[in-house]
């Protein structure tokens, strides 16, 4: 078995024409991105033959296929891609990539990128700050964080430490 076909479950993503753009675009963000594979229809179709079928890429050990099935699915926020980062620079890393090139910035750490994929970009510790068993204080971090677009780790620090 290949070490590309271990992982069990891919996330297959439905594009209308641009699953290669959508893939490249991807790995240029990520430091560990490949494209695994460029399929083409065939004479059967449903696409032109010859145009790009499916995309296998890989983002940090994370696999995905990219499909060109036309319009008829559009992505929602229903579900989303969840960055968890290191640090704040990281953050804003992330954060100005996806929104490039026409994406859009959205609220409590969510994105969506140009594509119509949404993402949420998180910084480490995040977590505990909206779940301190402290309720006071875990109010204050979700009281913050509902106002923002990008997350601010030392922001939302302060707000739980009532400062």
Known sequence: MSEISKQ????????????????NFYVS?????????????????????????????????????????????????????QIECEDQDEVDYYWEKLTAGGGKPGQCGWLTDKFGLSWQVVPAGFEELV???????????????????????EALRVAVDGT
């Open 29 to 81: 963000i990520f430091e560990d991105g490949r494209v695994l594979k460029v399929s083409h229809y065939g004479e059967a179709g449903p696409g032109e033959a010859g145009s790009v079928m499916t995309v296998e890429w890989e983002l940090e050990g994370q696999r995905f296929i990219g499909i060109n099935a036309g319009p008829r699915f559009k992505f929602t926020e229903a579900v989303s891609f």
């Open 8 to 23: 069990k479950i891919v996330p297959n993503l439905w594009f209308d024409t641009e699953a290669e753009e959508a893939a």
């Open 131 to 153: 779940t301190d068993p402290d309720p006071e204080r875990s109010q204050r971090a979700m009281e913050a964080m509902l106002k923002m677009g990008k997350l601010d780790l």
